[in-house]
């Protein structure tokens, strides 16, 4: 008698199937729309959900669920493991003797990092056509993608007679006791099939990817393993998608993104620049510094508001303060670090080094805080205690990692910490989520909330863990953001190696999501530092330590702001909020009267009395990005009146002088202060 497995499916059916059924088996006996569409399975055999291939043959019984194009997710996530797996074919049937290494899904597509044969030179811009044309016959192919077992041997040998030397090279440091698998396209060992080592799964068949939902996009250098000692490869990336219509406004994004760039739009604003001699440090001109200090008064009054007490710290403190800190074994390496010298008795002239004493520039503004915490003792009445900063800090981050304001190395925080009792921590964090939620509002953001749990390698008990966790997800319920609105979510093992914390990740314009605010529930660093207050019992407490940042930094902010907006800032944050622009000379006296009377009246204003044609000096300050030009000529001079053009406003509008400077003195007062 055939011994029957019982399938149990989400629905709460369930299937009786033969031994050695697969998933695609279940799916046929359910019916042909859904054997068509089903691209791989969740099988649960009693010890957690594993994805698998839907040819696999079940273990045993099961409970399964099937994946298909409306688990948009794991999807695509399928779909580009086995685009770049069809990448990599397309490279050596087009070139043989080509070694492949390995190619990884990404957030948007894949990559495939190779080495072209010897004698010929490195792939370039110039054979992606080629390539994608034959990964689309590969795709039209409708090849079997067939998983088998092999042993190690049997994957060393194969890999070295092949001339596969970096293949050869990860396959002998691979466990012997682990199952390892390698993946067919088309029949096994049949003419025409080729084979990578890949633990899957993988969607049927090619046939299953869309030959015109992918894109290769670019190449670049790469080394073997990462290391720059190791062979030079190069990197082919590629974007991919479950069709040609989300491939579409994708590039449409990616075209959108181009032109937002706010490295392109800070150069056209005259807003920073970066070079050279400061690697990841930004030098501000006056209009992008006037950006910084608007955000900075806006949060200075927004934290003023909220109870918080701003303070400055030191740039250098001793290493030991950041070994007890835990920060020196966890970040020695992205920080920058001088030796402690002292004068030379013998030679006042010069400096000699004292043995292992070391100053590290900050990387963050946590210990600092504490030290000004422990001043003086501090009773549970004085708590919570709210320290503000808006501190610069330095991380020595890779030259490749650097990318305009978004990652740098000297930034700064608007960074504050609360010393807070047990019974407080509710109460703040829901307080912070308000003060958040009122400001990412004001810039006209959306954005979700997300918690990220315990790492595996942390500081602190697993009870203490379980309290943090358990407050801030309290805090967030209490707030009434713990909710799909907020686009709630919990996120294992992305916690803070001290503290669990809350993220917020605002969405722009065109989509995209950034993260940016945080709060940390941290127990770890006041015990590590000594901090304590006398509670109402006259004993020593600890205080809990709430690390938290709305903007998350200065710099990377405004690079969010510039491309939120297209460099189209709202009137109060723009450097220049109005540009007088004469028509014809006759008109500079009163272009004059009207800039004194607009900068009166607060208006970060300048006149333009060029004797240039007016449409050309609108496509300059259009550029630019001025918010408002105020055009006058002979006839506004007599009526005292100007024509208003509003940027991104196709007609312009004729105004009293009273009439503009009102509506320019309500579009340049910050939201916070709007109605007071």
């Not at 009434?480 to 917020?504: N, R, T």
Request: charge should be negative; include cysteine.
């Amino acid at each position: 008698m055939t011994e029957l497995l019982k399938i149990s499916l989400p629905d709460g059916s369930s299937r009786e199937m033969p031994a050695g059924s697969t998933p695609a088996d279940v799916a046929a006996a359910i019916g042909p729309g859904l054997a068509k569409a089903a691209l791989a399975a969740r099988v649960d055999h009693g010890f957690g959900a594993e994805l698998r291939d839907l040819n696999r043959p079940f273990d045993g019984d099961a409970e399964l669920a099937l994946i298909t194009a409306r688990d948009e997710a794991e999807a695509l996530e399928l779909a580009r493991h086995d685009y770049a797996h069809v990448l990599a074919e397309a490279v050596q049937t087009l070139w043989p003797g080509t070694q492949i290494t390995f190619g990884p899904a990404t957030d948007d597509g894949f990559y495939y990092d190779v080495m072209a044969p010897e004698g010929r030179e490195p792939f370039s811009m110039d054979d992606l056509p080629a390539i994608e044309e034959e990964m689309r016959r590969i795709i039209r192919a409708d090849k079997p993608l067939v998983r088998e077992a092999w042993s190690r041997e049997q994957l060393i040998e194969k890999w070295e007679s092949e001339g596969e030397t970096f293949k050869a090279e990860w396959a002998q440091e691979l466990p012997e006791d682990e199952e390892l698998t390698v993946y067919w396209s088309g029949a096994p060992n049949e003419q025409g099939s080729w084979l990578d080592m890949c633990r899957g799964p993988h969607l049927p068949s090619t046939g299953k990817l869309d030959p015109q939902a992918f894109k290769l996009m670019r190449v670049a250098g790469a080394y073997w393993r990462g290391d720059q000692k190791n062979a030079q490869l190069t990197r082919i990336y590629g974007t991919g998608w479950l069709n040609k219509k989300q491939l579409d406004a994708h590039l449409h994004r990616l075209e959108e993104a181009a032109k937002r760039d706010h490295r392109k739009l800070g150069r056209e604003m005259d807003l920073f620049h970066l070079q050279e001699e400061a690697h990841g440090s930004v030098f501000w001109h006056p209009n992008g510094y006037m950006i910084w200090r608007e955000l900075e008064a806006y949060m200075r009054r927004a934290i003023d508001g909220a109870g918080y007490q701003e303070v400055k710290t030191p740039q250098v403190m001793d290493a030991r303060q950041w070994e007890k800190s835990g920060h020196w074994g966890k970040y020695r390496e992205n920080m920058f670090v001088v030796p402690d010298v002292v004068p030379n008795t013998a030679d006042e002239g010069e400096l000699i080094s004292r043995d292992a004493d070391w100053m590290a520039i900050k990387p963050m503004n946590c210990p600092a805080h504490v030290l000004v915490f422990k001043q003086g003792i501090t009773s549970y009445r004085d708590l919570p205690l709210r320290l503000y900063e808006n501190g610069c800090c330095h991380r020595n981050e890779p030259h490749g990692a650097l990318h305009g304001l978004m990652r740098v190395r000297q930034f700064t925080q608007d960074d504050a910490h609360i010393f807070c009792t047990e019974d407080q921590i509710v109460a703040e964090v829901q307080a912070f989520c308000r003060l958040a939620d009122r400001v990412y509002r004001d810039f006209g953001f959306t954005y979700q909330i997300k918690l990220a749990l315990r790492p595996d390698q942390r500081y602190g008990s697993d009870e203490d863990w379980d309290k943090a966790e358990a407050e801030l997800r309290q805090a967030v319920a209490e707030a009434g953001m713990a909710s799909e609105e907020y686009g709630w979510e919990e996120l294992p093992g992305e916690g803070a190696f001290y503290a669990p914390k809350l993220e917020w990740h605002l969405t722009d314009a065109i989509g995209r999501t950034w993260q940016v605010g945080t709060i940390q529930s941290d127990r770890v660093l006041p015990e590590r530092l000594d901090a304590s207050y006398i509670g109402e019992d006259g004993e020593k407490h600890r205080p809990v330590m709430l690390h938290r940042a709305i903007f998350g930094s200065y710099e990377r902010f405004i690079g969010i702001l510039i491309e939120h907006f297209a460099g189209r800032l709202p009137v109060w944050l723009a450097p220049t909020q109005a540009v007088v622009a004469t028509i014809v000379s006759d008109a500079d006296g009163y272009a004059q009267d009207l800039v004194e009377k607009l900068k009166a009246a607060g208006i970060r204003v300048e006149a333009d009395l060029r004797n240039e044609k007016i449409n050309y000096k609108v496509r300059e300050h259009s550029l630019a990005k001025v918010p408002h030009l105020l055009v006058v000529g002979k006839r506004e001079a007599e009526e005292g009146t100007v024509a208003v053009r509003t940027l991104g406003v196709e007609h312009q509008k004729v105004m009293s002088l009273d009439e503009a400077i009102a509506m320019l003195v309500e579009g340049a007062t910050p939201p916070d202060l709007r109605g007071s």
